[in-house]
């Protein structure tokens, strides 16, 4: 394919949608706020959703708030989708060998030394979508434990929405910061069980499209917005963290995209996966090819501390 050509494609390709938080993120924020909407807001428009959760189970849907679901990144312009009005899905080699050198990177690094009496460190920055005209901009940080045992903490600053009003039922997402205690759930994915998981990249893929079998438009897409979960916390785990990059390789409809930037707006190289009428899109710095989110959410920091509430040291 000739630059001209490359170029052509890039100009179709469809528009980001409206930013998001990941839908694991978004559902371990769901409990607290649904106890709130149960005690203050019971009849709620039927006309929003909100997001399923980064769990075993398939998604469920819940008369909330509107939060469209994304997983994303961005990339060079080589769009490799079939023919228009056609099924077929095809995958940019450049993008696979591209895919295979951040698995390198990331089979490179130290594996990190984690106790089931600590907790797992994940801050982001997304946004929330409660109408057209009320979108809050949001930096979150989640401590959960290690083994799943024990409650957790998750504390959102939202950076750009309304003050604080008496009886409203999104006070806990009004401007400033919010504590939230996270209490231990058996549907949502443990540190310990990302690491029990396959690093056979063959056999990682067969477990991930087993686990998210009925999820999602395609399994192809279900696959692809598990992995996209499971990749901050699996930055802690080098072989898993590689494998996971591998079991991506080889679903259809990759291709790369040059100038990509996450959801804070920092610049780095993207990897798109196209499937039907959309696409997930995964951000990665140039020169280190580390993970930097999506252009719905931007992945900050992830550790491990002794305590809920602490930063990692340095």
Do not use: C
Not at 89 to 108: F, P, S
Not at 196 to 201: C, K, M, Y
Not at 279 to 290: E, H, M
Request: hydrophobic share 40%.
């Amino acid at each position: 394919m000739n630059p001209e050509e490359r170029e052509e494609l890039a100009r179709l390709l469809p528009s980001p949608g409206d930013p998001v938080l990941t839908s694991g993120r978004h559902d371990l924020l769901k409990d607290h706020l649904m106890k709130e909407l149960t005690a203050q807001a019971p009849d709620l428009p039927e006309t929003a959703t909100a997001p399923g959760r980064r769990a075993r189970t398939p998604r469920r849907r819940i008369a909330a708030i509107a939060v469209p679901l994304a997983t994303a990144a961005a990339v060079v312009a080589t769009i490799l989708a079939g023919t228009a009005g056609s099924n077929t899905v095809t995958t940019d080699a450049d993008a696979v060998d591209l895919l295979n050198r951040i698995a390198e990177v990331a089979a490179a690094k130290k594996t990190v030394p984690v106790r089931d009496d600590q907790y797992i460190y994940v801050r982001t920055q997304g946004s929330m979508k409660f109408s057209d005209h009320d979108v809050r901009i949001l930096r979150e940080a989640s401590w959960t434990a290690v083994d799943g045992k024990r409650a957790g903490l998750r504390r959102v600053t939202v950076l750009v929405g309304p003050p604080f009003r008496p009886r409203d039922p999104f006070s806990s997402y009004s401007k400033g910061t919010h504590d939230m205690r996270l209490s231990p759930d058996s549907n949502v994915t443990t540190f310990r069980e990302l690491q029990a998981l396959p690093t056979d990249p063959d056999a990682l893929l067969e477990k991930i499209y087993a686990d998210t079998k009925g999820q999602g438009r395609t399994r192809q897409s279900a696959a692809l917005e598990k992995i996209g979960d499971m990749l901050p916390d699996a930055t802690l785990l080098p072989e898993l963290d590689a494998a996971l990059y591998r079991a991506a390789a080889k679903i259809p409809g990759v291709s790369v995209v040059a100038d990509a930037k996450d959801h804070t707006g920092r610049a780095g190289i993207g990897l798109s996966f196209k499937e039907r009428d959309s696409r997930t899109v995964w951000v990665f710095d140039k020169k280190s090819l580390g993970f930097l989110g999506s252009p719905d959410e931007a992945l900050l920091d992830v550790g491990v501390t002794d305590k809920s509430g602490e930063a990692p040291a340095a």
